[in-house]
């Protein structure tokens, strides 16, 4: 069975980090771009960002530039989403899903894990 599994969310008080996971099973992650994508209440989903299957980086929405960053660790099929400097504004939901190349569609998509931000 083709899976994501996100994993690493929480409750973290304003100013905290947390790493999230993405691991794959079923398949190897090498041959795929990884974009996250959070959606908190009542709001749409918005892109955090998206690493290629080089490395590079696409950043997604504005609010995280600077605090976030993803990276991949293909021996471990896993890519990881480094949230720095958290902010109530990023409670949410977090996906990871994977797609051919950012941007593309996504064809795997994880069942989500929660972040909290609060005091």
């Known amino acids: 069975q083709l899976q994501l599994v996100e994993s690493g969310g929480g409750l973290v008080q304003p100013g905290g980090s947390l790493r999230l996971s993405c691991a794959a099973s079923?398949?190897?992650?090498?041959?795929?771009?990884i974009g996250w994508f959070r959606q908190a209440p009542g709001k749409e989903r918005e892109g955090v960002g998206c690493i290629s299957t080089r490395g590079s980086i696409t950043h997604g929405a504005d609010s995280v530039k600077g605090r976030f960053t993803i990276s991949r660790d293909n021996a471990k099929n896993t890519v990881y989403l480094q949230m720095n400097s958290l902010k109530p504004e990023d409670t949410a939901v977090y996906y990871c899903a994977a797609a051919f190349e950012c941007g593309a569609g996504y064809n795997f998509w994880g069942q989500g894990t929660q972040v909290t931000v609060s005091s």
């Open positions: 079923g398949f190897t992650l090498d041959y795929y771009a």
